[in-house]
């Protein structure tokens, strides 16, 4: 008996050698190339790092420890701009990428007529690099031979205006360039819906539940989890767009977000101002852990009130 549980517990300490080997490279790369930089960012924001001396940040002092978050808050004239365009375009991202992306992948879950088809073309635009995206759009929105500005010139002739250089228009622009790509998030929704089991699917059509009603209360809830999931993604994303601010308007006409204005600090910027930079970054940290926090706190008292309301009857 000694024996076998000898023999037992000699396979389980080689089973967790393994399981160590198998992960150490994963944490090697995670240290090296994620939490080291991580902690530097971190570091840096609280020295004076730019032109004069690129090789050798200076510690700030501890009477001058948060002056470039001070700066950041107080003087640097982009930084509310930025960081309400991100949060904006973070919320959009829940409010409408999400329900976008669940109601294409309910109806694709229908498997009607030619539904691979469209699942394959809805997915192409998600495999595009958002770069090409970008030209694609900035075409598109041409104010000389562009697709939309010769529409609103149908009702409007005399409209000579750039969309993307207009105030608040240029935001819903810069939105529609990508918010209607949802390919990822749909396919993840798809695949959680085809996993529900038929059983639960033939007892909701027993109990007289189909339809739309089927959806919401049988399909939604059973697939909560990567909703969830997917709003994390959609609203990470949103905080973190650069991309298309950058080939779409490069920051003009009140369009700048979080990533952006970290580029112009530490890249287009003259005095290459790498501590200010990296202060950004560590904000744009903060907010993307807190949009992540506030997700799941949204999920978790759904949870606990359904609990309640269970405890209650």
């Known amino acids: 008996m000694a024996q076998k549980v000898s023999t037992l517990q000699s396979r389980k300490a080689q089973k967790r050698r393994f399981i160590f080997l198998f992960l150490l490279p994963t944490l090697v790369c995670f240290f090296l190339f994620y939490f080291y930089s991580v902690a530097t ?50 919320i959009i991202g829940v409010v409408i990428q999400v329900p976008l992306a669940l109601t294409v992948a309910i109806a694709l879950s229908k498997k009607l007529k030619g539904w691979k088809l469209s699942r394959n073309l809805y997915i192409i635009p998600s495999i595009i690099s958002s770069a090409a995206m970008g030209l694609i759009f900035l075409q598109i929105y041409n104010p000389n031979f562009g697709v939309v500005n010769q529409v609103i010139r149908l009702f409007n002739p005399d409209f000579k205006e750039a969309v993307l250089l207009t105030p608040g228009l240029n935001i819903v622009a810069m939105t529609c360039a990508y918010i209607f790509f949802a390919g990822a998030s749909t396919i993840m929704l798809l695949g959680q819906i085809f996993a529900i089991p038929q059983a639960i699917q033939e007892a909701a059509i027993l109990d007289n539940i189909t339809g739309w009603r089927k959806e919401w209360y049988i399909t939604i809830p059973m697939i909560k989890e990567t909703i969830k999931t997917v709003s994390v993604m959609a609203a990470t994303s949103g905080f973190l767009l650069y991309n298309e601010v950058f080939f779409l308007t490069n920051g003009a006409a009140g369009t700048k977000s979080i990533s952006f204005i970290i580029r112009e ?22 907010g993307g852990m807190l949009i992540i926090l506030c997700i799941n706190l949204i999920y978790r008292d759904n949870k606990q009130s359904r609990k309640g309301k269970k405890s209650h009857e």
Do not use: C, H, M
Not at 65 to 81: A, D, G, K
């Open 41 to 90: 960012i971190f570091i840096t924001s609280f020295t004076k790092w730019d032109y004069t001396n690129l090789n050798n940040p200076q510690f700030l002092g501890f009477d001058k420890l948060f002056e470039n978050y001070r700066y950041i808050f107080e003087e640097y004239p982009f930084f509310q701009e930025a960081l309400f365009n991100s949060i904006r375009w973070a």
């Open 265 to 286: 600090l530490a890249v287009s910027s003259s005095r290459t101002q790498y501590a200010r930079a990296n202060t950004i970054g560590v904000i744009q940290i903060i």
